[in-house]
């Protein structure tokens, strides 16, 4: 299985990794060493904290890379008046009359609670390539669907402001 991300998501990838490698480690690292000297090991809760901070750290690190080398880049280029990845969306929901505004993002970026939806949620591959105007068919399960006109796209600039998705 591979995760599409976009040059972007695997650049910001690649900064978390060399931070997490510079910096948490060589504190995390030192954390453990000042625990350790503070006597029997069995006892010593700040030891064993100190060393579950280590191996949390080294396991993103493992979990970033393996996200990178897996990855399937995908580009998040898209026409100027068409809905694409990093473009935010208003929407028209016929159901209810109501309207709602989503930023399409990769999966390692979702967030729905921040109203940034994955290109994989059914949101998100409904929007994908339609323009200002068109009603889209959003289709949850195979029973249950609803249907939204695009009132307004926005090419975003990413300027980094949205976090990875931390495991």
């Known amino acids: 299985m591979y995760d599409e ?10 900064e978390e990794i060399e931070y997490r490698k510079l910096v948490v480690r060589k504190d995390a690292l030192e954390e453990v060493k000042e625990t350790r000297a503070h006597g029997d090991l069995s006892e010593n809760f700040e030891y064993h904290a100190a060393k579950r901070v280590k191996n949390q750290n080294e396991s993103r690190i493992r979990y970033l ?9 995908i580009s998040d280029e898209s026409d100027e008046d068409e809905a694409g990845m990093n473009n935010t969306v208003t929407i028209y929901i016929e159901e209810d009359g109501t309207e709602e505004t989503y930023k ?4 390692v970026r979702q967030n729905s609670l921040k109203g940034l939806v994955s290109n994989e949620s059914p949101i998100g ?18 029973n249950y669907g609803y249907d939204v006109v ?3 796209i926005e090419n ?3 300027d980094g ?3 990875l998705r931390n495991y």
């Open 5 to 14: 991300l976009t040059e972007k998501d695997i650049r910001k990838m690649e």
């Open 150 to 152: 695009i009132r307004k």
């Open 161 to 163: 402001s949205d976090q």
């Open 65 to 73: 890379e393996r996200m990178i080398r897996t990855a399937k880049v």
């Open 104 to 107: 399409i993002v990769t999966t």
């Open 125 to 142: 591959k409904a929007l994908l390539g339609h323009k200002v105007g068109d009603r889209v068919r959003v289709e949850v399960n195979a």
């Open 156 to 158: 975003t600039i990413d």
